[in-house]
């Protein structure tokens, strides 16, 4: 089986309007409807917002505004039945008449799974950078951009008080890869069908959204997203950087509803290749970051991660 990215995010709001004209403005492309808003990425993936009173929607499980379920993309439906039979074995599990699974995980997080047929991406850019002495841009411009259009949705991260039990379940049962691990703050996920450095990152603190993360082809891409959505007066509390964990250029946006919305490029692509590190967290987090100082780390800020990965929980 293989869980090949987030395929459906549902926000829900008491107005939800606020956090449609967000993502209009942040690039989104989608539709108005009377239940709020359904926004379908190029890969096929989609948010959804909704008012918070819609029947149709499972229970809450966090309080107020914010993210309602989170479905992964799986890549058949014979993986699709894997799921369902594992899963079945200790939880709950229901099916509608398309086939989608809905369950909850060990957090609480309402989660399910469809078989999520992912679009190809365009190939639009090379994004070739000259450097000073490698020029593969050759008579030749850099591609200009008036507007930031997300094409994929990178992550989602959810904070959880018992990281260890995500970790059985996410790992353990739906075969998401561990790429690195932040000491103390949280692990990033890598889903089985996927190469980006993490899908899914689980950060240990109280249940809680943190943040979901949207793919954009190129840095000056993000730029002129920045940009843009600074005009129209989207605040940032983290701003602009690149993290070393997963070499991601990001730009965080507070979301309307809680929570922060990323806008990433220039992220590392791994496969089972891949060595996992143990980082010191803001190490990890700041390899540079606009108007901040870089972190003071004594000692390695990185060393491989122990193999078998030790618990969570027992990590100095
Ligand atoms: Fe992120």
Do not use: C
């Amino acid at each position: 089986m293989a869980i090949n990215g987030v395929e459906t995010v549902v926000f829900s709001a008491t107005n939800p309007d606020e956090l449609i004209r967000f993502f209009e403005d942040f690039g989104l492309e989608g539709t108005r409807t009377a239940a709020g808003a359904d926004f379908v990425l190029p890969e096929g993936s989609k948010v959804l917002v909704r008012k918070d009173s819609d029947p149709a929607l499972p229970p809450k499980f966090l309080p107020g505004d914010g993210p309602r379920e989170v479905i992964w993309g799986v890549d058949s439906q014979a993986a699709l039945d894997a799921i369902e039979a594992d899963l079945k074995t200790d939880r709950v599990v229901t099916k509608d008449a398309d086939g989608t699974l809905r369950t909850v995980d060990p957090a609480g997080i309402r989660i399910g799974f469809r078989v999520f047929n992912r679009k190809p991406l365009e190939g639009k850019v090379s994004n070739l950078e000259n450097s000073l002495t490698e020029r593969p841009r050759w008579n030749k411009m850099r591609k200009w951009y008036d507007r930031a259009r997300p094409q994929l949705i990178q992550h989602v991260v959810f904070a959880t008080p018992n990281v260890d039990e995500q970790l059985d379940f996410y790992v353990g049962r739906l075969k998401f890869r561990v790429t690195d691990v932040s000491r103390g703050r949280g692990v990033f996920l890598r889903a089985e069908g996927r190469n980006e450095h993490h899908n899914f990152f689980i950060v240990n603190r109280p249940l809680g959204f943190h943040h979901m993360a949207f793919g954009l082809e190129s840095i000056d891409e993000l730029m002129v997203g920045a940009n843009h959505m600074q005009r129209k007066g989207w605040k940032s509390q983290y701003g602009l950087g690149r993290h070393r964990a997963s070499s991601i250029v990001f730009y965080y946006m507070t979301s309307p509803v809680g929570g922060e919305i990323e806008y990433t490029a220039d992220g590392d692509f791994v496969d089972d290749n891949w060595q996992p590190g143990l980082w010191v967290p803001d190490f990890a987090n700041r390899y540079w970051m606009a108007g901040d100082a870089p972190p003071v780390v004594e000692g390695e800020g990185m060393v491989p991660l122990p193999q078998p990965m030790p618990r969570f929980s027992e990590i100095r």
